[in-house]
Structure formats: structure tokens, C-alpha cells
Nanobody, 112 residues
């Protein structure tokens, strides 16, 4: 079964940037990927999706976050700019439409 591993989180000041990575194991090409986040006390929410040439963003991150992929590395990225304290959460990636067990995610903390 394919596995996904998130990385790239950290502590950043408000207004800063981070780039998260979602690396898929093996040679499996995953066409449709979503980025999700879960803040303390909140449900996990989808914030970005990439399927072929189709991209979609939650209103909360639209204009600040960009999802992209590097097929040569079998990796999907989430570029996060102009980060806000409310972006603090654990960030996850998963396959759209056929999710696999959630990984550990990567913690993003934005200080004010």
C-alpha cells in the first residue's frame, strides 16, 4: 500500500512562509492529492486539492497557499505565504477519493 509522508513544518512568525512536502512511497503515481489541517479542538479540514490540472483551495487559504507537484520526485508541495496565527495546525496530505490511513502530519506553528 502506498504511504505518504509529510514534512516541512515548523515555527514561523506571522507573515512568514513555509513549504510543506508530501512524498509518496515507491513508484505509485497519485493523480489526486489533498492537503488538510487540524487545529487543536477542531475537525480536520481540507484546504487544498490537486487533481490533474484542477486545483481548489479553501477560502481561508485562497491567495496565500499554492499546491503543486513534482512528478519526478513523486512529491506534492504546499507553499504557504503570509502565514497567520490561525494557520497553526497539524498539516496532512491524503489521496482524494480513496484516502489511506492518516500519517503523522507536520506541525505548523505561526506566532503573532
Amino acid at each position: 500500500q502506498v504511504q505518504l509522508m509529510e514534512s516541512g513544518g515548523g515555527l514561523v512568525q506571522a507573515g512568514g512562509s513555509l513549504r510543506l512536502s508530501c512524498a509518496a512511497s515507491g513508484d505509485t503515481f497519485i493523480r489526486s492529492i489533498g492537503w488538510y489541517r487540524q487545529a487543536p479542538g477542531n475537525d480536520r479540514e481540507q484546504i487544498a486539492a490537486l487533481s490533474g490540472l484542477f486545483v481548489n483551495y479553501a477560502d481561508a487559504v485562497k491567495g496565500r497557499f499554492t499546491i503543486s507537484r513534482d512528478n519526478t520526485k513523486n512529491t506534492v508541495y504546499l507553499q504557504m505565504n503570509n502565514l497567520k496565527p490561525e494557520d497553526t495546525a497539524v498539516y496532512y496530505c491524503n489521496i482524494l477519493g480513496a484516502p489511506i490511513p492518516w500519517g503523522l502530519g507536520t506541525q505548523v506553528t505561526v506566532s503573532s
